[in-house]
């Protein structure tokens, strides 16, 4: 049974980011049968749903079926990490990989011989099985890909994302300017349900200095750091042609004979 929410009845928001006044931006059509307000911060332009509601409908399955191009993203993923690894991190030990999905990114990760981990709420590790986040462990360096549009508490979010690495990697594509109409940017994405946080760069930058992090921002691609970082590096890095000229003058063991041997001992 559709259910629809009059405009009206939903009150106007505060910005779950910087907490100033949200104005209503528009509705669409969630889950195709929802019809959803959306409110845009009138300081730092972050634009968010209404309560979603919906939520839990929409993770009956943790891949929405219209992401078609994961496999693709996370090929892409695994260049980029490996190049700012390189380049920014090459002491690093312990990595996470959070809203992991069924682990592709993290067994990529592994093949290449970086010491990578799973986890997330709502998917199954099917891909890398027996290295699952522990309880009170920290890591680091994290990555979260496509994971920020999905909170429904960004501040809460993040601060889980702070507390588990001093180095976080996201990705997230920042709202054009000006703000596209919304019927008119794909990454809205409202027939999925799953994207309801949608932010500017001024609104990261936000987030990063509430979190006492340097922001460097390149493309869909955000580095949180509590060190300062090369810019050019992370330039380079975050360019998929450059970031697979830099992997390449790497060289590193992969862990794959060493996790199957972990896998298979009794």
């Known amino acids: 049974m559709s259910t629809n929410i009059a405009c009206s009845k ?7 980011v910087c907490e100033g006044p949200s104005a209503f ?19 730092c332009g972050f634009i968010q749903t209404e309560v979603p509601y919906w939520l839990e409908e929409a993770y009956s399955s943790a891949i929405a079926t219209s992401d078609v191009g994961i496999m693709q993203r996370n090929l892409v993923n695994c260049e980029i990490t490996s190049a700012v690894l390189n380049l920014l ?40 099985r027996g290295f ?17 549009e999905h909170m ?37 994405s409202p027939t999925s349900g799953q994207h309801i946080s949608f932010y500017t760069i001024e609104s990261l930058r936000h987030l990063a200095t509430r979190f006492g992090r340097h922001l460097l921002s390149v493309g869909c691609y955000h580095l949180l750091s ?27 063991t992969g862990l794959i004979e060493n996790d199957h041997q972990q896998m298979t001992r009794e």
């Open 10 to 16: 939903v009150p106007p928001a505060l910005c779950k």
């Open 25 to 43: 931006f528009g509705d669409a059509k969630v889950l195709r049968k929802y019809t959803v307000q959306y409110h845009r911060c009138d300081r």
């Open 89 to 128: 991190f090459s002491g690093v030990n312990q990595c996470l990989d959070f809203g992991a999905g069924h682990g592709v990114l993290v067994r990529l990760m592994r093949d290449r011989g970086f010491s990578f981990f799973w986890s997330d709420l709502h998917a199954a590790n099917d891909y890398a």
């Open 132 to 148: 699952e986040r522990q309880d009170g462990a920290t890591y680091d360096f994290l990555t979260a890909f496509e994971v920020l």
């Open 152 to 188: 429904a508490d960004p501040i809460s979010g993040l601060n889980e994302l702070m507390s588990l690495s001093e180095n976080v990697l996201v990705s997230t594509l920042p709202v054009p300017e000006p703000a596209p109409a919304l019927p008119d940017w794909w990454y809205y």
């Open 226 to 252: 509590t060190k300062p970082q090369n810019r050019l590096l992370f330039r380079l890095a975050a360019s998929f042609r450059m970031a697979k000229v830099v992997n390449s003058m790497y060289h590193r």
